[in-house]
């Protein structure tokens, strides 16, 4: 049973470019939620999406935007990207609808930005 | 707004000793989840032990276990008996509400010394 892929593993952009990253929640999950993590600090909840619909959002400027898909699987997309968007993005799946406490991570993706 | 405090940047052990982690945290709510993660290089996290907090009975799981004072809003990680893959990032993370929104603190990296 494969758990939370995110992919790439390591992206670099430069100020101004837009990139997408992309996660596949694990198998029997439905709800997604995107963090990030800047270097040296603990990670910060971006949102959270159910249902194809973003239902929870953390304190992110408009730049930052996501999806899910019917698959459960999602995108964060990042528009004029700055540099202290550089960071660790970290993607976390539940089940039950967000409910269960139990939260999966992924590995990661680490965005490079110069 | 909800914050997480973990007090401690750095701690070091020796192999098959005890160390304790600490973390303080800040709510106004009396239902709500604590949780210790562990990020080890691989930078995927990993949820190592949780506590309900209408649960009085402090959590174990193995080796570690957790100090929950409700009334000092404290909750403290104890890892005994501690083995070199111990060595990681420990985030401590509150959550309250329906949905897993997580709040982190800063973390402690720990140093594990055969």
Redo the contacts between chains.
């Keep these: 049973d494969a758990g939370v892929t995110q992919s790439p593993t390591h992206l670099i952009k430069t100020r101004g470019q837009q990139v997408t990253l992309r996660c596949s929640p694990k198998s029997g999950h439905d ?1 997604v ?1 995107w ?1 990030q993590q800047a270097l ?6 971006i949102f ?1 999406y ?1 249902e194809e619909e973003e ?2 959002r ?1 304190n992110f400027p408009d730049r930052f935007s996501g999806h899910q898909f019917p698959n459960y699987s999602s995108e964060l997309n990042v528009n004029a990207l700055l540099l202290g968007d550089s960071a ?1 993005y ?1 993607c ?1 799946s ?1 089940g039950v609808g ?6 999966f ?4 993706t ?1 965005l490079s930005v110069l | 707004a909800q914050t ?1 405090t973990q007090s401690q940047p750095e701690m070091s052990v020796q192999e098959a000793e005890t160390v304790t982690l600490s973390c303080t945290y800040d709510t106004s709510e009396s239902d709500y ?1 604590l949780f210790w ?1 562990k990020q080890p290089p ?6 190592v032990i ?1 506590q309900e907090a209408y649960k009085q009975q402090n959590a174990t799981e193995n080796r570690f276990s957790v100090n929950f004072q409700k009334a000092a809003k404290s909750f403290s990680l104890k890892i005994s008996d501690s083995q070199l893959g111990d060595a990681a990032m420990y ?1 401590c ?1 509150h ?1 309250e509400g ?10 402690t990296r720990l140093a594990v010394h055969p």
């Design positions: 709800t939620s963090y040296g600090q603990g990670p910060q909840f959270q159910y239902r929870q953390g660790l970290l976390a539940s967000g409910t269960n406490e139990k939260l991570f992924g590995s990661g680490q | 997480v989840y993660y691989s930078r995927q996290m990993i949820l949780r985030f993370a959550k329906g949905y897993n929104k997580l709040i982190f603190g800063a973390g």
